[in-house]
């Protein structure tokens, strides 16, 4: 992470246990969360349902008070506030959620004022924020409709632009685009993504979907059992073959069936002297085996090619590729850098 | 057939305009006992509503007791027939009112019955709003009287509406109960005269009557209802 930048979130030791409702064992929903979030990036924090990720959101926002461990956004404990300090404490954290959660009762200007209402905020100078916010996330001429009427790509914009009316330091989005088509689910991440341009806001995505992560986050942050299993930025995270993520972040398609031949998965994000896929293909020629590559996902993150393949490896006879022969293929693709493990079949 | 109209029409409760006697006067009566006792129901049973609907997962244990015990008497005052609860309390009116009789001693019995009745259905239109919505304005730094202001309120208030209309009309129904204790209105002419007197005819007309009353309001609660729904309609 880049040293320059200050934390905006700061977790340290944070934990969260729930008494069982039966009266057995309770349930530990954060085990000691260590997290440190840097200022003006985009924060991408995953996890499968049940990781830990809503109890998060919630220790973060005070509306659940941690069993111990601090909550530290932009310098204040949250976990130590009550009553009108954490009141205004949580107007530093402008939050967006799956659903958006308007008042129907509300138009989407009024929804997007309700912040600044809340904050006390005279009624000429709240307008004034509203149409700039309007302008802002692409609503105009929608303002004064009702959520109802507005379509989920625009109710969704509402809440971005609720979320940022108060100008928090931190924008908090709880999978924000998991109720959201494709194509709608792109228009808002590069709306999230210009709004960290335009604006310099942190933002915090806490999603289930990999795509998201892999479209707009600088970092990426693992939750599993309530804790944190890895974290770091995208480029390395997704490069790492040995960490958790990069299989998830650079997902293997299946391997077709009726494939002769020893498969090897290779990631050679890492490698300084195998830089491509026909690298790996040459390599394996030179030990006298024929290669096939049956699968394979290539991409570009944050300007670096991040690649895994596999490969099919059949000897000189046309049977699959022997233990000797495997065993000197990978300890040659090793030594360059690669992460290669044989698929058992 | 004509003629029996003709002879109906005769009738002094429809010639007379004021007097307890008068179909006239009695559909003032039972209208001013309705609207009263509705606008106390909403006074003091909206709030009632919402502190239930506040109270009953309270960190504080002492509150969630103060909310079992009011949504015990809630029930108890609920499951009291009507007509048994306007005579237990004529002992009470005579102490307030200093009579047990006409209509203001009735809509105090009205008051107490549709009060509970009433809480009952604001606390259910206020249980339908999605917990996430509520999160989001405490999120905001909401306190909690801005929380019932600007969330319950207009989010449940189709609902509440529905629920007013509802009461209404139950209300409407028992004042015609609240006769025994000579309240006076609608009610009170049927029995006396129509069923005691034998008197077909005021008996017709009041039913008509109240029908069309009870259309009216449900009427005048439907179009209000639709009018600040800004909910999406589902199929």
């Avoid at chain 1, 530290?72 to 799956?98: S, W």
């Avoid at chain 1, 590069?190 to 341009?197: K, N, T």
């Avoid at chain 2, 499951?79 to 005579?94: D, E, G, M, R, V």
């Avoid at chain 2, 009353?213 to 589902?234: E, F, K, N, P, Y």
Wanted: proline share 5%; net charge neutral.
């Amino acid at each position: 992470m880049d040293a320059s930048l200050p934390d905006v979130i700061t977790l340290d030791g944070l934990r969260k246990v729930f008494p069982a409702p039966g009266g057995g064992d309770p349930v530990v929903a954060l085990d000691g969360i260590d997290l440190h979030l840097d200022a003006g990036r985009i924060h991408g924090i995953v996890g499968r349902s049940g990781a830990g990720k809503s109890t998060l959101i919630r220790c973060l926002t005070g509306l659940e008070k941690p069993t111990s461990g601090r909550v530290e956004i932009d310098g204040t404990d949250v976990a130590a506030l009550d009553g009108a300090a954490l009141r205004g404490a949580r107007r530093n954290l402008g939050m967006v959620f799956q659903h958006a959660n308007l008042l129907d009762s509300r138009t989407a200007a009024q929804n997007i004022a309700h912040p600044l209402e809340i904050a006390g905020v005279p009624r000429a100078q709240r307008e004034a924020r509203v149409a700039e916010l309007v302008e802002l996330v692409g609503l105009s001429g929608r303002e004064h409709n009702h959520p109802a009427q507005l379509s989920g790509g625009q109710v969704q914009r509402v809440g971005i632009a609720r979320g940022l009316a108060a100008e928090p330091k931190v924008l908090l989005c709880d999978e924000p685009t998991s109720a959201l088509d494709g194509g709608t689910t792109r228009q808002i991440l590069r709306l999230l993504a210009d709004l960290r341009e335009r604006l310099g806001i942190t933002v915090v995505i806490i999603t289930h979907e990999m795509a998201v992560v892999r479209e707009v986050c600088d970092t990426v942050t693992l939750l599993q059992d309530g804790r944190v299993t890895q974290t770091g930025d995208l480029v390395d995270v997704a490069a790492d073959p040995h960490g958790p993520l990069s299989g998830e972040l650079i997902p293997l398609p299946p391997v077709p069936t009726g494939v002769v031949g020893t498969i090897l998965t290779c990631d050679y994000g890492d490698s300084g002297t195998l830089r491509t896929s026909e690298d790996l293909v040459r390599a394996a020629e030179r030990h006298g085996a024929q290669a096939q590559i049956v699968a394979g996902t290539i991409e570009t993150i944050g300007g670096r090619q991040v690649g895994r393949v596999q490969l099919a490896l059949r000897g000189a006879d046309g049977r699959p590729a022997g233990p000797e022969l495997l065993a000197a293929l990978t300890a040659e693709l090793t030594e360059a850098g690669v992460v290669a493990r044989e698929v058992a079949a | 057939m004509i003629e029996t109209l003709q002879e109906w029409a005769q009738n002094r409760a429809f010639t007379e305009w004021t007097g307890t006697g008068s179909l006239w006067w009695s559909i003032l009566v039972t209208l001013y006992m309705t609207a009263g006792t509705m606008v106390l129901t909403v006074l003091l049973g909206l709030p009632l509503g919402v502190a239930l609907f506040e109270t009953e997962s309270s960190p504080r244990p002492a509150v969630r007791a103060a909310n079992r015990v009011v949504g015990f008497v809630v029930n108890v005052l609920r499951s009291f027939p009507f007509f048994i609860l306007i005579i237990a309390l004529i002992p009470l009116s005579q102490l307030l009112l200093g009579r047990s009789t006409g209509p203001n001693a009735a809509m105090l019995a009205l008051v107490i019955a549709s009060v509970p009745f009433a809480a009952r259905l604001f606390e259910l239109n206020l249980r339908e709003i999605p917990a996430g919505k509520i999160e989001a304005v405490q999120m905001m730094g909401a306190t909690r009287w801005q929380v019932i202001r600007q969330v319950l309120i207009p989010e449940a208030l189709p609902g509440i509406i529905g629920s007013i209309t509802t009461t209404t009309i139950a209300v409407i129904g028992y004042t015609a109960m609240a006769g025994s204790v000579n309240s006076g209105g609608l009610g009170q002419l049927a029995y006396n005269r129509g069923y005691t007197g034998y008197q077909t005819e005021i008996i017709v007309a009041t039913v008509i009557l109240l029908v069309l009353i009870v259309i009216a309001v449900q009427w005048i609660g439907s179009r209000l209802g639709r009018a600040v729904d800004h909910r999406a309609r589902t199929a």
